[in-house]
């Protein structure tokens, strides 16, 4: 799409009304940076939103907001629901099992029950989740293979004296769970069967909201991790009016935190800040400590996208111990790469140059290509910008060759295109390089809810 799209087709792109080609289009259009359309695609989201928000208030004009104490009877008296007067004899066996999940024990499936209506299984169930999810950021190879293990399981819960509806709520948590390692393991076909089983299970579970607000949260993660930003928001606006249905403020912030992160997909680095900035004015640090966290990176980077780069580093300088303790490996090498992007636009080259090499080195050794290609990409126009265009070409050939494995779709996969196109006619230029990366990197930055503890 080279000319602007009419006022009514952004404005039917704001409100979900358009899909398949027109959208992606769109899309594409938003990204490669044209202000006047952004603004008016903000504008119309700004309206769907109030919206949806007044939706939520006509069902329940007032809700009562949960405060800590709610929030610690709703999961104590869920718990009493789900396991009975078992409740506290399961929840020390899951904590027995994750303690050598977490050493390396590999579980397996249980013989049949010799005393039926016993919770055997549920404990190795719950762990196993629990542990995959703990891994998200160090071995994805074996968060999936834990989150697989529990969608096995999970049928034969009935054994532990569960009913088919709940065992049908443990079916759609583990498939949900196993969705998310997919995408985290970069396997993204995978990951929609695992989401669309999840809900089929759901569909035959109870109801539960918590269930359903965490597939949600999911699946818009997966679907923007496809590129299909516009479906990930219409997730996300439902999510925020179950969460404000229920009076839980922490919870409506932080789907507004999670869509201010695919906000930053088209482009749109301010009018995300701005909604990250709401989300997080929303949230129980105490409550969620990760999530704070979370956001605080995402807003980190978004600093650098609206080259408010002095406040970025100020940011930084300020939070550098909390935004570097318990996120993961992953995540503290992504922080790596914000040093290194302010670092370049204050131009400071050689610092950048080390804080890229470092990450891409550690992104190889915890085996995750895709971001080393990422962060080479960084270091190569960094070399491109110094003049050392001997350095920079094999970063660029290396990149490019682990990227097309898994970009497979949308803006990012297009971006490769060109890049593979330029570089095999040895046209590239610091521009083109430069514009490459900045797709790829809004496409592959930490999603602040998927990667953060679900409601139990």
């Known amino acids: 799409m080279t000319d602007h799209p009419s006022r009514e087709l952004l404005r039917r792109f704001a409100r979900g009304d358009l899909a398949g080609p027109a959208a992606d289009a769109i899309g594409s259009h938003l990204q490669r940076g044209c202000d006047r359309c952004r603004a008016e695609v903000e504008t119309q989201l700004s309206l769907v939103l109030a919206r949806t928000a007044d939706r939520a208030a006509a069902v329940d004009p007032a809700p009562k907001p949960l405060d800590a104490y709610d929030r610690a009877i709703e999961s104590a008296v869920a718990s009493v629901r ?42 190795l ?65 995978r990951a929609e069967k695992a989401i669309a089983a999840a809900f089929a299970h759901q569909t035959h579970g109870s109801g539960d909201e918590l269930l359903e607000a965490r597939l949600l949260s999911l699946h818009a993660s997966l679907l923007g991790s496809r590129s299909r930003f516009r479906a990930a928001l219409e997730v996300l606006s439902r999510l925020r009016a179950l969460h404000e249905r229920r009076g839980d403020r922490h919870h409506a912030g932080r789907a507004l935190i999670q869509a201010g992160f695919y906000l930053a997909y088209w482009g749109m680095a301010e009018v995300a800040l701005r909604t990250v900035d709401e989300g997080m ?132 996969a297009t971006a490769l295109k060109l890049l593979q196109a330029s570089r095999e006619m040895a046209t590239v230029t610091l521009g083109e390089l430069e514009t490459v990366a900045d797709v790829l990197r809004r496409v592959n930055r930490s999603d602040p809810a998927a990667e953060l503890a679900p409601r139990r």
């Open 82 to 123: 789900l396991h009975g007067t078992a409740a506290v004899q399961v929840r020390k066996r899951t904590h027995q099992i994750l303690t050598g999940l977490r050493a390396g024990d590999t579980p397996e499936l249980p013989p049949p029950s010799l005393a039926p209506g016993r919770a055997r299984r549920f404990p």
């Open 281 to 412: 004015a929303m949230i129980d640090t105490e409550l969620d400590p990760g999530l704070y966290v979370q956001a605080l990176q995402n807003r980190l980077d978004l600093l650098v996208d609206c080259r408010r780069l002095q406040e970025a580093r100020e940011l930084f300088r300020v939070h550098r111990s909390r935004l570097l303790a318990g996120t993961g490996l992953l995540n503290r090498l992504k922080i790596k790469t914000i040093e290194g992007r302010f670092e370049v636009g204050l131009g400071n080259l050689e610092p950048a140059a080390r804080a890229f090499r470092t990450a891409r080195r550690r992104f190889l050794k915890a085996g995750s290509r895709r971001l080393a290609a990422l962060a080479a990409l960084e270091l190569a126009a960094v070399r491109m910008r110094q003049g050392r265009f001997g350095e920079a070409n094999p970063l660029i050939e290396e990149a490019v060759a682990s990227l097309v494995a898994v970009e497979a779709t949308g803006e990012a």
């Open 125 to 189: 169930f719950d762990a196993a989740l629990r542990c995959s999810w703990e891994l998200r950021n160090d071995d994805p190879r074996r968060m999936i293979e834990l989150a697989l293990f529990a969608t096995r399981l999970a049928p034969s819960l009935t054994e532990d004296g569960y009913t088919p509806v709940q065992v049908a709520d443990f079916q759609a948590r583990a498939w949900g769970e196993l969705a998310n390692a997919y995408r985290v393991g970069d396997q993204p076909a």
